[in-house]
């Protein structure tokens, strides 16, 4: 079974049974961002923390922020996004998916809110 | 909202940027639109292969007039505004003491008046200035219910043809007195995007009728503030307050084009302005920096405030413009270097997140520049 969360700073997080989760932006994100021309991914094997700053998200107007929602070691990044930044623009829960991370605190998953939380306080 | 919100200027356009979609942001003490819902990407594209409707009334538009007005205003300016035709139009720059840039702007000779556009961020300044060095000479009168419209990009003229048949006797860098679809109109054929294009100065109360009319022609599509600065940019075009300022003098700016041959050491009213020893001298002697164009391979954009390294890690230079260029298909900038960097094909690095990312220094504009001249 998998769990879907999302964070203030409008990042989603799928984290699955074995200890992995997937980590990406949501849609109200990519949208208030426009259309992104580069993604910097950092490198498989980096140990990060909740809040760490682990990839740049660059649209033609500005540069931001991608904030670790949790903590852990990335296992895998989504190289498609290197040629294909649209990608997040255009499936940004799907194909646009950041990085992979083996979670070093499953805890941080309560801190995270659920779909309804997370769309109540966009509106 | 926040009182910070509320304290912003809106032009008379506002709420015809709400109606569209312009997504509203602070500038320069506005709220004006940085996109709309086409998105600053394909919104650049549009005004290159069509054209762009841009709100700038935020800028300021002033009006001086009296006996002496060009002669007087070459006090502030190292530039020719005594022979400049009537109706033609020329770019200049306010220096200050030390040969330093306070703003940068376009003079128009309208017969009766010199028509000047300040930047909206330093129109305040540039009034007081205005009124203190020529408040006993001139008229000095600020059109504060004016709006000003840019139709920018290789189909402006044809929708102006239709609009305003006068329109196409003006080259680019002139000005008339228009009729455009009953609306009464100032028009310079200029602009800040390197294509063909008009600016247009309108009464508050007909403005947005004026932008209706030409958002329904079906080359128009309105564009924000963000595909201004890219356009701005890939043209090759500085934007005061970050590639120019009030440390930085036009001879290092590369802007040697601007200043006029008759207000040079050797010409007919040489000097007269602030900072011309300091510039007249620059001139002969040369300068230890200059801004220079740069592209970076790949997709990543180097951006304002990138430190520049050459190969053996020492500081260079510094970046004042840059982002990703849509039409380019890649990462433009510009910035100051020591002038042993300036030549074309320099390869420099710069510092972006603690990476050097490879830049080479490329030729101005970015893109070809489309004016029309006739």
Same mark, same amino acid.
């Given at each position: 079974?998998?769990?879907?969360?999302?964070?203030?700073?409008?990042?989603?997080?799928?984290?699955?049974?074995?200890?992995?989760?997937?980590?990406?932006?949501?849609?109200?994100?990519?949208?208030?961002?426009?259309?992104?021309?580069?993604?910097?991914?950092?490198?498989?094997?980096?140990?990060?923390?909740?809040?760490?700053?682990?990839?740049?998200?660059?649209?033609?107007?500005?540069?931001?922020?991608?904030?670790?929602?949790?903590?852990?070691?990335?296992?895998?990044?989504?190289?498609?996004?290197?040629?294909?930044?649209?990608?997040?623009?255009?499936?940004?829960?799907?194909?646009?998916?950041?990085?992979?991370?083996?979670?070093?605190?499953?805890?941080?998953?309560?801190?995270?809110?659920?779909?309804?939380?997370?769309?109540?306080?966009?509106? | 909202? %926040?009182?910070? *919100?509320?304290?912003?200027?809106?032009?008379?356009?506002?709420?015809?940027?709400?109606?569209?979609?312009?997504? !509203?942001?602070?500038?320069?003490?506005?709220?004006?639109?940085?996109?709309?819902?086409?998105?600053?990407?394909?919104?650049?594209?549009?005004?290159?292969?069509?054209?762009?409707? @841009? *709100?700038?009334?935020?800028?300021?538009? #002033?009006?001086?007039?009296?006996? &002496?007005?060009?002669?007087?205003?070459?006090?502030?300016?190292?530039?020719?505004?005594?022979?400049?035709?009537?109706?033609?139009?020329?770019?200049?720059?306010?220096?200050?003491?030390?040969? $330093?840039?306070?703003?940068?702007?376009?003079?128009? &000779?309208?017969?009766?008046?010199?028509?000047?556009?300040?930047?909206?961020?330093?129109?305040?300044?540039?009034?007081?200035?205005?009124?203190?060095?020529?408040?006993?000479?001139?008229?000095?009168?600020?059109?504060?219910?004016?709006?000003?419209?840019?139709?920018?990009?290789?189909?402006?003229?044809?929708? !102006?043809?239709?609009? =305003?048949?006068?329109?196409? *006797?003006?080259? @680019?860098?002139?000005?008339?007195?228009?009729?455009?679809?009953?609306?009464?109109?100032?028009? %310079? +054929?200029?602009?800040? %995007?390197?294509?063909?294009? @008009?600016?247009?100065?309108?009464?508050?109360?007909?403005?947005?009728?004026?932008?209706?009319?030409?958002?329904?022609?079906?080359?128009?599509?309105?564009?924000?503030? $963000?595909?201004?600065?890219?356009?701005?940019?890939?043209?090759?075009?500085?934007?005061?307050?970050?590639?120019?300022?009030?440390? %930085?003098?036009?001879?290092?700016?590369?802007?040697?084009?601007?200043?006029?041959?008759?207000?040079?050491?050797?010409?007919?009213?040489? $000097? /007269?302005?602030? /900072?011309?020893?300091?510039? !007249?001298?620059?001139?002969?002697?040369?300068?230890?920096?200059?801004?220079?164009?740069?592209?970076?391979?790949?997709?990543?954009?180097? +951006?304002?405030?990138?430190?520049?390294?050459? =190969? *053996?890690?020492?500081?260079?230079?510094?970046?004042?413009? /840059?982002?990703?260029?849509?039409?380019?298909?890649?990462?433009?900038?510009? /910035?100051?270097?020591?002038?042993?960097?300036?030549?074309?094909?320099?390869?420099?690095?710069? !510092?972006?997140?603690?990476?050097?990312?490879?830049?080479? #220094?490329?030729?101005?504009? @970015?893109?070809?520049? +489309?004016?029309?001249?006739?």
């Amino acid at each position: 079974m998998s769990t879907l969360g999302f964070t203030d700073d409008h990042e989603w997080v799928v984290a699955e049974d074995d200890g992995t989760a997937l980590v990406g932006i949501t849609d109200y994100a990519q949208e208030q961002l426009g259309e992104l021309v580069y993604i910097e991914l950092p490198e498989v094997g980096t140990e990060v923390e909740k809040g760490d700053a682990v990839a740049v998200i660059e649209s033609v107007k500005s540069a931001s922020d991608l904030m670790m929602p949790v903590s852990g070691e990335i296992i895998e990044i989504n190289d498609e996004l290197d040629g294909d930044p649209g990608k997040v623009n255009e499936d940004p829960m799907g194909a646009g998916w950041f990085l992979k991370v083996k979670l070093s605190d499953d805890s941080e998953l309560d801190d995270l809110m659920d779909e309804v939380s997370y769309q109540e306080g966009l509106e | 909202m %926040t009182d910070n *919100d509320e304290q912003l200027l809106k032009t008379a356009l506002y709420d015809l940027h709400v109606e569209l979609g312009g997504k !509203m942001v602070p500038f320069a003490g506005y709220s004006m639109p940085v996109q709309y819902p086409m998105g600053i990407m394909e919104e650049h594209k549009h005004t290159r292969h069509q054209a762009g409707l @841009f *709100d700038v009334s935020h800028m300021g538009q #002033v009006r001086i007039s009296g006996d &002496n007005a060009a002669l007087a205003l070459e006090r502030l300016m190292p530039v020719d505004v005594v022979n400049l035709g009537e109706m033609k139009q020329r770019y200049a720059l306010f220096t200050n003491e030390k040969g $330093g840039v306070m703003d940068d702007l376009m003079v128009t &000779n309208a017969g009766d008046y010199l028509f000047l556009v300040v930047n909206a961020a330093c129109k305040e300044q540039d009034i007081s200035h205005l009124h203190q060095h020529l408040g006993d000479d001139c008229e000095i009168e600020v059109l504060e219910d004016y709006a000003l419209l840019a139709l920018q990009g290789p189909e402006a003229g044809a929708v !102006m043809a239709r609009l =305003a048949p006068k329109s196409q *006797d003006m080259v @680019f860098m002139t000005a008339a007195q228009i009729d455009i679809d009953g609306v009464e109109c100032f028009v %310079t +054929r200029s602009g800040y %995007t390197g294509e063909d294009g @008009f600016e247009i100065s309108v009464p508050n109360k007909q403005a947005e009728q004026l932008a209706r009319t030409l958002l329904v022609q079906p080359e128009v599509e309105p564009v924000g503030l $963000g595909a201004r600065d890219s356009l701005r940019l890939e043209a090759g075009l500085c934007l005061y307050g970050h590639d120019l300022d009030t440390e %930085t003098t036009p001879v290092e700016s590369t802007l040697l084009w601007a200043l006029s041959k008759s207000r040079r050491a050797d010409g007919e009213r040489p $000097g /007269g302005y602030p /900072g011309d020893d300091i510039i !007249m001298s620059q001139i002969t002697d040369g300068v230890s920096r200059k801004r220079v164009g740069l592209k970076a391979q790949g997709r990543m954009p180097v +951006r304002e405030g990138a430190v520049l390294v050459d =190969a *053996d890690d020492q500081e260079v230079g510094v970046v004042t413009s /840059g982002g990703f260029g849509p039409t380019v298909e890649g990462p433009v900038a510009m /910035g100051y270097v020591k002038t042993d960097y300036i030549a074309i094909d320099t390869v420099l690095f710069a !510092m972006v997140r603690d990476k050097k990312v490879e830049v080479t #220094v490329s030729k101005m504009p @970015f893109v070809e520049q +489309r004016y029309y001249r006739g």
